[in-house]
């Protein structure tokens, strides 16, 4: 494994009040943990280590970390039910799945559960910064400019709060959510194929498990469309399309 090279290349990524970002790294192989861990660390940003699920949840909730990168496989119990205790104390935290697996479904597995990202065991540092970097930069959690209101019908996404409001009723998504949303408002009434989206919004694919898209697709129209004039359309064999409801 591969260690990260200082940061310069690459603007340094901060939270909106200028400290630095917080993350939490979870394994339980604490030599991996450090690594990672001192790879972070270049990024100047403000790194805490839990070696099971149970210290994972208490360090949490004590350093309300912006992004966490997550073992599937620990010693009390698993990363998924990690997650799930973890996004009842801070719904929407984005998190980086590592797993060992190989198969395509254990990988779907943890984004189906509500995981934003995932990279496979063994893999290089510069791949976990780069993932993280693209994850922050998703949720809007680091410093950015003057964000825009996007407007379609009545469906209103504000790019700088990161609220969402449909009919004047605001929408909670999570951070993979809010960007797809973003997407498909920024090309309204467009056809967009599933390979754009896994393209714009994941930045790589699944290995053709373009399902993830029918997935999250079908979370947004939950929260979205619910009990509404639908806005999201699938064009069958095309891709899917935002429009107005009148």
Sequence with gaps: MRPVSAPGNS?????PDGSPVRVLVVDDESTLAELMSM???MERWEVRTALDGTSAVRTAREFRPDVVVLDVMLPDFDGLEVLRRLRADLPGLPVLFLTAKDAVEDRIAGLTAGGDDYVTKPFSLEEVVLRLRALLRRTGVTEAG???ELVVGDLVLDEETREV???GTSVDLTATEFELLRFLMRNPRRVLSKAQILDRVWSYDFGGQANIVELYISYLRKKIDAGRTPMIHTMRGAG???KPSS
């Design 11 to 15: 603007p340094q990524l901060r939270r």
């Design 146 to 148: 003057a964000g825009t």
């Design 165 to 167: 409001r449909r009919g």
């Design 240 to 242: 899917y399309v935002l």
């Design 39 to 41: 790879a972070l660390r």
